[in-house]
């Protein structure tokens, strides 16, 4: 191991023997009693020096290696330590392609704060690269969510979506103005390949493996599918026949869209785990007797024309659904699972609408003891004297998946 300080949280002295790292309460932690000389040896952890070196330094500044070993220990299991060398084959394969390490470092330094194992950050960079994501519906929405996948580092992203480009398909990081009339889901692909232009080529589909957005044949090898219909009605009120080949073969996915003014986030839906598209629509049904006849009629209803959608709503909810379907992928819970977040022009606060696993829904999810989705309850902090300022911090301790992967619990 080569220690190197995670060089993404800021260093402070809070008073002349207690060190902070970090500026936010998310992730800040201050870490003492420490003397000068320790303060300074935290200078030396720059990855350049194994642990015998290390060593050897420590004595030099009249620190024992024990004290050096105690004081590694303690760093790294408060996070605070990456492996320069670390991560295993994938990351030394990615630690050589400069190109994108360099394109990618301030997501390798955010993903410094989410891992707490020395090495994990570049381990999970590398894993997005073989995950592969389909997204549904190239609009304002999709198709910059597409492309802010593909520049964040996941493999492949396959955009399905029918039609051609029309003018107030344009939105900035999705279809540019050059590709009016070009078929949409050709347009959003070709965004897709500029967003990471130190990718690979990526592999090909044959044209008949279907190009609707609609319930195609389901190709086992996806991570996650996101849906983002270009249709409002789509956004409101998700349609659960669709869905249906999702929730059979147990494929993630979140929905995100804009309708008449309200952005929504969500639901990330793990079938069988968490409420679907149907589990949604039955609650609803519960709660508004009317629901069922609106739905029908908005559904019925859907022609040709220009729904609300404002460009900058669009674009907050592309983000922020690609960084939901990123902490998916990378392994983390994500508060998008069982919940939509919407926010509405023109007072822009985000609030959470759970959607509740139904009983009367096929899916299971009712079925499932709670989940402990949050596992802040049993957090013992192991190190003596690091503490953190916040208490909303939420890393799982050994419960993370492997990045990329999950499967239905049938
Ligand atoms: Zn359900």
Not at 236 to 260: F, I, W
Not at 336 to 365: I, K, M, Q, Y
């Amino acid at each position: 191991m080569h220690p190197v300080m995670k060089p993404a949280l800021r260093r402070g002295w809070r008073d002349r023997e207690t060190v902070q790292f970090g500026m936010t309460p998310a992730h800040a932690q201050t870490l003492g009693p420490m003397d000068p000389a320790t303060g300074d040896f935290l200078d030396l952890l720059n990855g350049t020096r194994g642990l015998p070196l290390l060593r050897e330094e420590g004595r030099r500044m009249r620190l024992t290696a024990g004290h050096v070993d105690t004081l590694l220990a303690r760093l790294t299991r408060a996070g605070l330590v990456d492996d320069a060398r670390g991560g295993g084959p994938a990351a030394d394969a990615l630690r050589a392609r400069t190109d994108v390490l360099r394109r990618l470092r301030p997501d390798l330094a955010a993903l410094s704060l989410t891992t707490a194992e020395p090495g994990a950050a570049l381990a999970r960079l590398a894993a997005r690269r073989a995950l592969r994501v389909q997204v549904r519906g190239a609009g304002r929405v999709g198709a910059p969510l597409a492309s802010a996948l593909s520049a964040a580092g996941v493999g492949e992203i396959d955009v399905r979506d029918v039609g051609r480009v029309e003018p107030w398909d344009v939105a900035p990081g999705g279809l540019p103005a050059e590709s009016l009339g070009q078929r949409r889901e050709t347009a959003a692909r070709a965004a897709v390949r500029r967003a990471a232009p130190d990718h690979p080529p990526r592999r090909t589909h044959s044209p008949g493996s279907g190009s609707g957005t609609g319930t195609g044949a389901q190709d086992p090898g996806l991570s996650l599918v996101i849906l983002t219909p270009r249709d409002d009605v789509a956004v409101h009120a998700p349609d659960p026949a669709e869905a249906e080949p999702l929730m059979t073969s147990g494929t993630p996915h979140l929905y995100a869209g804009v309708v008449e003014g309200t952005g929504v986030v969500g639901p990330l839906v793990l079938p069988g785990e968490s409420g679907c598209a149907r589990c949604l629509h039955l609650d609803r049904g519960d709660r508004d007797p009317a629901w069922p006849q609106l739905t029908a009629q908005w559904r019925c209803a859907r022609a040709r024309r220009t729904g609300a959608c404002d460009l900058t709503l669009a674009t907050a909810v592309a983000g922020l659904a690609a960084a939901h379907a990123l902490a998916f992928l990378d392994g983390e819970s994500p508060s998008s699972t069982g919940t939509r977040w919407e926010v509405s022009a023109p007072g822009l606060n985000w609030h959470a609408r759970p959607v509740r696993p139904h009983p009367a829904c096929g899916c299971g999810a009712a079925d499932r003891p709670k989940q402990e989705h949050s596992s802040t309850g049993g957090e013992a902090r192991a190190t003596m004297a690091v503490q953190r300022p916040s208490t909303e911090r939420r890393r799982k301790a050994g419960a993370t998946r492997p990045t990329g992967t999950w499967r239905a619990h049938v």
